[in-house]
């Protein structure tokens, strides 16, 4: 992640502002752990943008360095001036992070004052004209060295992540929709258009790699290994075992082979018939490897799953919204069947048989669910749909408390606690948002809907 900087100047205030602040950025972003790329301070008269021509040498500088730097900060340490910013950047198609400088009081008098506040005010109204897109933090102006600027340039890292990551998207779906679930159903064509290649295959592709796998294959051994890793095996079948690991063998070299950056997969009813096991500890494997992986072929909702570990560059985990929580307005259980990375839950899970099969099918059917438990703290959750051409999602920051779920809940659970869930609930249920939700841990809600509404074109729905 690198991210250029652009300097602005307006010739009346102190030009001494220039070099202080090209200081102070430098320090900034070294802080936050971003590189940054600049043009040598002789290429302007102060080292900054001033006028057009200056503009236009700086849009030079980054078309030199075109696909090196994934956001650009505009950096006012005065006024600025809108037109040389204006020639700067063009051509830009990365995130924009607006920075400007606070005056401070004592030092109002005309040697020192910077105006910036007002100067970010009336390059805004210059790029809203232009119909140029740009990210501003709170408060209005920050200092480069403040704990509020670390904060914004922190979260605008997590908003080029995102746009970097989903610009273009291969996500493979493998098997026709899960059967008994239309809520699933989904616009390939609405995805195209925001950039997601979907590449769909049969599971009797699957099934073939599975069968040509050699039993001494080393990448079995390995599935087998990360696969004791995720859950407890004490119980499971060791026919179980090397089934789940020739499956997780051969998914990764099918998304490695296709270049995908994420999946949706049929898991039933075919996988237990075919090899008596459920995929769930499989695919929360994918997921703590960085493979996004959704259960039930629900591939709307492989795309907040890539956008939630994007931006906080950490696996995340598909969930049902599954049950209310006594009579705890706020609160709601979470659960699956054991999808979620080692990163979502408490420790390792318990393999165990998938209790709705074995009810129906019969015992030795259904081995791969990771049971366990939702790790609490700060999480953010999403869901995606596509409806009349658009691909529409909801993002909030919420909870996972430590409130129990009693034992004998199957699969993995954990309590919700999202403020006014009640009334989301129903406007979730209104905009045909499915049962399916995707969490990561920590907030990144106003990232995600900064990349994917105001610079990759999806529609936030606010609930």
Known sequence: M?????????????????????????????????PLIMPEKELTRYGAV?????????????????????????????????NGIKAA???????????????????????????????????????????????????FVMHPCSEEFHRALTEFTEICRVVKGMRHVRLGVLGARTTAFKSVRYDESAMERLGCD???????????????????????????????????????????VQNLAKLGAALEALI??????????????????????????????????????????????????????LAANAPSGCLDINNNYGDAPDKCVLFH???????????????EEHKMFVKTRGENCSWGVNVGRIRPGEITIAGCRTENGQVRYFVEDAEITDDAVEEAFFGTSGVLL???????????AEEGFRHHSIIVRGHHSRAVSEALSKYLGYTRVLL
């Open 50 to 82: 001033e006028t057009t021509e200056e503009g236009m040498a700086y849009a030079e500088f980054l078309e030199k360095h075109r696909g090196q730097y994934d956001g650009l900060i505009v950096c006012l340490p005065n006024f600025g001036d809108e």
């Open 256 to 309: 490695r082979e296709m270049h995908l950056d994420a999946i949706a997969i049929r898991c039933w009813n075919e996988l237990q018939d075919e090899y008596g096991i459920a995929p769930c500890v499989l695919l929360g494997i994918l997921n703590q490897m960085g493979i996004p992986a959704a259960c039930e072929t629900d591939a709307t909702n492989a795309l907040p799953m890539l956008a939630l570990s």
């Open 418 to 428: 999202l403020k006014g869930l009640q009334e989301k609930l129903m406007h979730m």
């Open 337 to 351: 069947c054991g999808p979620l990375p080692l990163d979502l839950m408490e420790g390792p899970g318990h393999d």
């Open 89 to 139: 950047l063009k051509d830009v198609n990365v995130p924009v992070l607006l920075q400007a400088y606070p005056d401070e009081i004592g030092k109002m008098d005309f040697a020192h004052r910077r105006d910036a506040f007002c100067g970010k005010l009336g390059l805004c109204a210059v790029f809203k004209q232009m119909g140029f897109r740009f990210t501003s933090g709170m408060p």
């Open 198 to 240: 979907v590449e769909a295959l049969d599971m009797t592709q699957i099934f073939a790699r599975v069968r040509a796998l050699e039993e001494q294959d080393p990448a079995i051994e390995q599935w087998a290994d990360r696969i004791s890793q995720a859950t407890d095996l004490s119980d499971t079948p060791a026919y179980a």
């Open 2 to 34: 690198n991210l250029a900087l652009l300097i602005a100047n307006r010739g009346f205030f102190p030009s001494t502002v220039i070099d202080s602040a090209r200081e102070e950025m430098c320090a900034a972003a070294k802080r936050a752990g971003v």
